[in-house]
């Protein structure tokens, strides 16, 4: 079969968070700019755009194993196209933190790596939803928490402009769009690399009163920057009531390894301090199992911990460790097995007959 249409088309593949989610919606204006139309599968794509995600490991063998599938099934040309040259396959995303060159070396079929400057946020993204839109509001973080890539990855904090985000969300409006969520790797800490300074609060209370917006959402806060203010604001009556706020440990020797800049006693009076303000807000949370050092006893008051919170619900990961983070030269000495068991203990703990 000859292929008729001679519009090339693109697909793309968004592995991880929300916020390549919304980097894959202007990766998509990119493509469209040069010249390319949408396919419905990534078996009629000419060139197939691989949004990667480097928070874990397991995420990365996702990214490998897609492109041996793809290169090998297009070279041995059985399947979906006759003469099939295989589609040019784009690497964008975390894994870019790598460096191209690695990268080239390592997967020597990647035909093109895109940087974040290539699909910047001056792209108008395609929406991919038509009631609900992503808008990231900053890109990068500060805290450099020693597990973690997305300082490397993404770089450092850089807010979007409080007018910007403003006229992207009236837009929006009325667009008939009527729910957003602001993204963020460090949501709460929004505006702080701005001048003049900006709150975060402060947009909220502002898209707040954009009419036709009836549910604003954001993701992903942290405890240390989440001040009283941006509490009151979460009591405006379109601000979504759930609050997603990582803990990662309820042990405050691994939380100082882990460089995150509070105790178990700290976040605890947070949330109590939220709760009073709030008793409707559900909350939900990340927690690593299984962290270099963590003893049975450190986990022990994790597990404390979140029976004092008492989570809607918790994405749980067990501790993987990352090249070029602080903790990859900490010796990873819990065993998979029991990485594994306390994941289940965390797992049935609260994910069990969970509501969110
Ligand atoms: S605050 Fe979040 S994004 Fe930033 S380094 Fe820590 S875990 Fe990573």
């Known amino acids: 079969m000859v292929k008729l249409l001679t519009m090339k088309k693109y697909f793309i593949k968004t592995f991880g968070c929300q916020a390549n989610k919304a980097d894959s919606e202007r990766i998509a204006r990119l493509y469209q700019k040069r010249g390319y139309q949408l396919a419905k599968s990534i078996r009629e794509a000419d060139v197939v755009i691989i949004n990667t995600c480097s928070v874990r490991e ?145 947009l909220l209370r502002e898209i707040h009163k954009i009419r036709g917006i009836e549910k604003i959402s954001f993701i992903t806060s942290n405890p240390w920057d989440l001040t009283e203010d941006i509490v009151q604001s979460i009591k405006l009556s379109k601000i979504d009531k759930h609050l997603h706020l990582p803990v990662q440990s309820g042990d405050d020797k691994i939380l100082k390894e882990m460089n995150r800049k509070y105790t178990a006693k700290k976040y605890l009076s947070l949330i109590n301090q939220i709760r009073k303000e709030i008793p409707e807000i559900k909350m939900s949370t990340d927690i690593i199992v299984g962290f270099p050092g963590e003893t049975k006893e450190a986990f022990e008051n994790t597990v404390k911990l979140c029976k004092k919170v008492g989570f809607d619900k918790a994405y749980i990961a067990k501790y993987s460790p990352r090249p070029g983070t602080a903790a990859y030269r900490f010796k990873d000495d819990v065993s998979p097995q029991e990485k594994k068991r306390r994941w289940r203990v965390l797992e049935e703990l609260i994910n069990n007959d969970n509501t969110i």
């Not at 509001?137 to 007018?163: H, L, Q, W």
């Open 58 to 202: 397991s995420a990365e063998n996702r990214v490998y194993g897609l492109i041996r599938n793809l290169t090998r099934r297009l070279s041995a040309q059985t399947g979906y196209t006759l003469n099939a040259e295989r589609p040019k396959v784009v690497l964008a995303g975390c894994m870019l933190r790598y460096g191209v060159t690695t990268l080239k070396k390592k997967l020597p079929q990647v035909d093109e790596f895109l940087r974040v400057e290539d699909y910047s946020f001056d792209l108008p993204p395609i929406r991919t939803e038509k009631t609900h839109a992503w808008v990231p509001i900053m890109e990068g973080c500060n805290n450099f928490c020693t597990y973690c890539v997305v300082p490397y990855a993404r770089g450092r904090e850089k807010s979007r402009s409080f007018d910007e985000i403003i006229c992207e969300v009236k837009k929006l409006a009325k667009q008939g769009y009527q729910e957003i969520t602001l993204l963020g790797q460090n949501v709460n800490s929004y505006g702080k690399d701005l001048k003049p300074r900006k709150k975060f609060s402060d």
